[in-house]
């Protein structure tokens, strides 16, 4: 069964550095979207994209956040200037229409130092 | 703001019990309620409900919506251990970008 996948599955770096955080959405897949959660807290949005464009963002994505679609298959998330408060469990999902159901992937865990 | 509430918070409970997880929502121009099951990492996919009283079912978890009241309960009949895990309750309004808004979620844990 198709799977969305996400690399590395764990990220530690420091303060104030850039950060690239890699999915690969289901294949037929054309909403994507990108999730975060601080360790004991809520799963929160972040960001959706489709056509190559974002749809909607939260007030947690600001300027040092930023999405990209590079090719057919990838799907990243870029910190630019990592701060401590960034350090949670990054999910990408994905669906195939805006009616069907949103796949998560593994997550990638992010600590900064 | 859309809000998703989640009660209880955690429950334990012995193999063999059946469970009950509630969830109640506020959202603007509702489109559907989801439920996913996270046990350590990713949240993997149960439910999704859209209509009222229409009660969806797999295997020994079933769930139901409300959309009067504005809540679903999530059933778990004769619950194994591996049932632990952490279940979380989205909501996703009808609108550009569809994001889902989760719950703080119930921790179950069944114990042998």
């Known amino acids: 069964e198709p799977e969305v996948t996400q690399t590395p599955s764990h990220q530690v770096t420091q303060m104030g550095q850039e950060v690239i955080l890699r999915c690969v959405p289901i294949?037929?897949?054309?909403?994507f979207y990108w999730y975060r959660q601080i360790l004991g807290q809520k799963v929160e949005f972040l960001v959706s994209?489709?056509?190559?464009?974002?749809?909607?963002k939260s007030e947690i994505f600001d300027d040092q956040f930023s999405v990209e679609r590079p090719d057919g298959s990838n799907f990243t998330l870029k910190i630019r200037s990592t701060k401590l408060e960034d350090s949670a469990m990054y999910f990408c999902?994905?669906?195939?229409?805006?009616?069907?159901?949103?796949?998560f992937g593994p997550g990638t865990r992010l600590l900064v130092l | 703001e859309d809000k998703v509430v989640q009660s209880p918070l955690s429950l334990v409970v012995h193999e063999g019990d059946t469970v009950t997880l509630n969830c109640s929502y506020e959202?603007?121009?509702?489109?559907?309620l989801l439920w996913y099951k996270q046990e350590k990492k990713a949240p993997t996919f149960l439910f999704m409900l859209?209509?009222?009283?229409i009660e969806k079912k797999s295997g020994r978890l079933s769930s139901i919506l409300d959309k009067k009241e504005l809540f679903s309960i999530l059933n778990i009949t004769a619950t194994q251990t591996g049932d632990s895990a952490v279940y979380l309750c989205a909501v996703e309004a009808e609108t550009s970008g569809s994001r889902l808004t989760f719950g703080e979620g119930t921790q179950l844990t069944v114990n042998p």
């Open positions: 294949s037929n897949h054309l909403y």
């Open positions: 959202v603007t121009n509702f489109r559907s």
């Open positions: 859209t209509s009222s009283g």
């Open positions: 994209f489709y056509n190559n464009e974002i749809s909607e």
């Open positions: 999902a994905s669906r195939r229409t805006e009616r069907t159901t949103q796949y």
